[in-house]
C-alpha cells in the first residue's frame, strides 16, 4: 500500500535508525545501502529534514540522522509528507457529494479500511521496524 518512493523513504529511515546514536550518514551511503539512486534518495532525505523526521549537516562528517529517537518517530511520519495519506478523507470513487450523510456505495467500507490503515502507520514506530533484523523493505 506505499509507494515505491514511501518504500524508499522507510527503507532509509530505518536505516539511519540502525546507525549508532548522533552518527551522520550521507545520501549516497545509504542510498548504496538500500540500493536507491542517490539523487533521488537525497531528495527525499531533504523533504524529510524539512519535515522535522530526519536533521541534515553539510560538510565533512555531515550527512543525515534521525531528528529524534527511533521510538519517536512514526511510519505515519515518514510516509505522510511522501504519499500524503491524511488525504485519504475523500471518496474512494471520486464523488464530490459523498460524506457520511450521503454516502456512496463503499463509503463507510472504505472509512473502516482508511481509519484501520492510519492507525496502523500511527501505530509503528521507526524502532519497531528497525528491531527486526531479517526485515527489509521490498522496493521493486
Not at 549516497?28 to 523533504?47: M, S
Not at 519535515?51 to 560538510?59: N, T
Not at 450523510?101 to 524502532?127: I, M, Q, S
Amino acid at each position: 500500500m506505499l509507494s515505491r518512493t514511501a518504500r524508499h523513504a522507510a527503507a532509509a529511515v530505518i536505516a539511519l535508525a540502525e546507525m549508532p546514536p548522533g552518527d551522520y550518514a550521507g545520501a549516497g551511503e545509504i542510498a548504496d545501502q538500500i540500493k536507491a539512486p542517490r539523487n533521488y534518495l537525497g531528495k527525499l532525505l531533504k523533504i524529510l529534514a524539512d519535515e522535522g523526521v530526519l536533521e541534515s549537516q553539510k560538510g565533512k562528517g555531515g550527512g543525515f540522522r534521525l531528528a529524534r529517537e527511533a521510538e519517536r518517530i512514526t511510519l505515519f511520519d515518514v510516509v505522510e509528507p511522501i504519499d500524503h495519506v491524511s488525504r485519504w478523507g475523500g471518496c474512494l470513487l471520486g464523488g464530490s457529494r459523498c460524506s457520511d450523510e450521503t454516502p456512496c456505495a463503499v463509503h463507510f467500507r472504505w472509512a473502516g479500511v482508511r481509519d484501520v490503515y492510519l492507525k496502523f502507520l500511527k501505530g509503528t514506530t521507526v524502532a519497531d521496524l528497525a528491531a527486526q533484523p531479517q526485515l527489509s523493505i521490498s522496493v521493486p
